[in-house]
């Protein structure tokens, strides 16, 4: 290798891991500012405005439809309007609905927040992290989404008390309008200056990337990949379809592991202790990221279900010693890597790379409207019984029914037809190789 390429190799991997840095600052100043980091306000603003917290949280709801509904077109506008553009409008459209909240006064009001903000974080809290790093990365891609998951989740959580500082200090009205303005300063930056959609708009090359290789930009003509209608009509999409929302719907035990908790015995500081615990899993991120690289997004996705289901038949026999549940907690949150990493990565293995934001952005919908509901339908076997092991057994159920339709999914596709170079989802394995 010549001194020019090397040059070249050095500039496209700088650039990747700024991408990678960029990304994960917009997931801190956007989605984890805006969702899960808004408990902050949930303590202060329900007493002070007389609301219940289970009225008042439905903006959350409203959200998850709004973002469905905004699948619809986002992966078609990822193809036609400039990434800095896109991600730097989007975002402040969802800061500025966050930053309103500080001027409401009826409950409604946050509502018609959520659903716009849902419209608008559709843009980028789901789809802009692995669109582009599976752009930028044509090896390692797993690593590299797992890069931006940790840094995205020791940001939040160091963000997290600085918010609640500042509410406690300011009030939360004027809470909103700093927690905004913070976001501002985190994200802007980096969806102006440094966000791309593909290495070539910076003279880079994908990391990874070795003659002979064939284009792997999502959207790009001369890439391969299913046709969007062969895609969404095929049994596989079905499956894939079905098994995302089904993951997503493990989503609502992490809000609800106090409940487990006093369930149990223990009191609602030992299940705070276990949220905690749950959250730091995204420690693990990268280290999932190299088995996925190494594996293959297939086995890896059925190696994290059987931890799931593991860890949930742990939490149900174990449960009277305190060590065994918060490491089985910590260990049953691997569902986030299947939303997050490996669903996004099996639908650009499973249908190639040329419909790519499209086909994603529909997965997105199952995930946005099934797992919209994760609380209510998990508290639902609780409040049935009494007893949280009957919402255990449920996501027991779900690991195996999820194994299922992942199955089907790797059945179904082979039996997909590829546009562009090769000609059917096997082909792909000789390309790039996206899992």
Not at 366 to 371: A, D, N, Q, S
Request: hydrophobic share 55%; glycine share 10%.
């Amino acid at each position: 290798m010549d001194s020019q390429e090397q040059a070249l190799q050095r500039q496209s991997n700088k650039w990747a891991y700024l991408q990678v840095v960029g990304l994960a600052f917009l997931m801190i100043g956007g989605i984890q500012t805006i969702l899960a980091n808004s408990g902050n306000f949930i303590a202060v603003v329900c007493p002070d405005m007389g609301f219940e917290i289970s009225r008042f949280t439905l903006w959350i709801t409203c959200y998850a439809i709004g973002m469905a509904v905004s699948q619809l077109y986002v992966g078609k506008l990822w193809l036609v309007v400039k990434t800095p553009m896109l991600l730097t409008a989007s975002f402040l459209v969802c800061i500025a609905s966050l930053a309103a909240m500080s001027f409401y006064t009826e409950i409604w009001q946050w509502y018609v927040s959520g659903v716009v903000i849902g419209l608008s974080g559709g843009f980028f809290f789901m789809v802009s992290a692995p669109i582009i790093i599976t752009n930028w990365f044509a090896k390692s891609s797993g690593f590299a989404l797992g890069l931006v998951t940790i840094i995205s989740a020791v940001g939040t959580a160091i963000l997290s008390p600085v918010h609640a500082s500042l509410i406690a200090a300011v009030g939360w009205r004027t809470g909103y309008l700093l927690v905004a303005l913070i976001s501002c300063v985190l994200v802007l930056p980096f969806t102006l200056f440094v966000i791309r959609y593909q290495p070539s708009d910076r003279g880079c090359r994908p990391v990874g990337w070795e003659p002979g290789m064939e284009n792997i930009t999502a959207g790009a003509k001369d890439s391969s990949g299913t046709s969007l209608k062969g895609g969404v009509l095929s049994l596989a999409f079905v499956c894939l379809f079905l098994a995302a929302g089904l993951c997503a719907l493990f989503g609502g035990y992490q809000n609800q592991w106090s409940v487990a908790a006093v369930s149990w015995g223990y009191d609602l500081s030992f299940g705070a202790t276990m949220i905690s615990a749950t959250a730091l899993f995204g420690v693990c991120a990268p280290l999932i990221g190299i088995m996925i690289d190494k594996l293959g997004a297939f086995k890896s996705t059925f190696i994290v279900l059987a931890g799931q289901f593991l860890s949930g038949l742990g939490l149900i026999f174990l449960h009277g010693n305190p060590v065994c549940v918060l490491v089985f907690v910590f260990f049953f949150a691997d569902q986030m890597t299947i939303v997050g990493t490996l669903v996004p990565l099996l639908v650009r293995k499973v249908f190639g790379a040329r419909n790519y934001t499209k086909i994603l952005a529909y997965i997105q919908i199952g995930i946005g409207l099934i797992g919209g509901f994760s609380n209510p339908v998990i508290a639902s076997f609780y409040e049935s019984t009494g007893n949280f092991d009957a919402s255990l057994w449920f996501g027991i159920a779900l690991c195996a029914a999820c194994a299922v339709l992942f199955a089907g999914v790797a059945v179904f596709r082979k039996s997909l037809k590829f546009e562009g170079p090769g000609d059917s989802a096997e082909a792909e394995e000789a390309a790039v190789t996206q899992s």
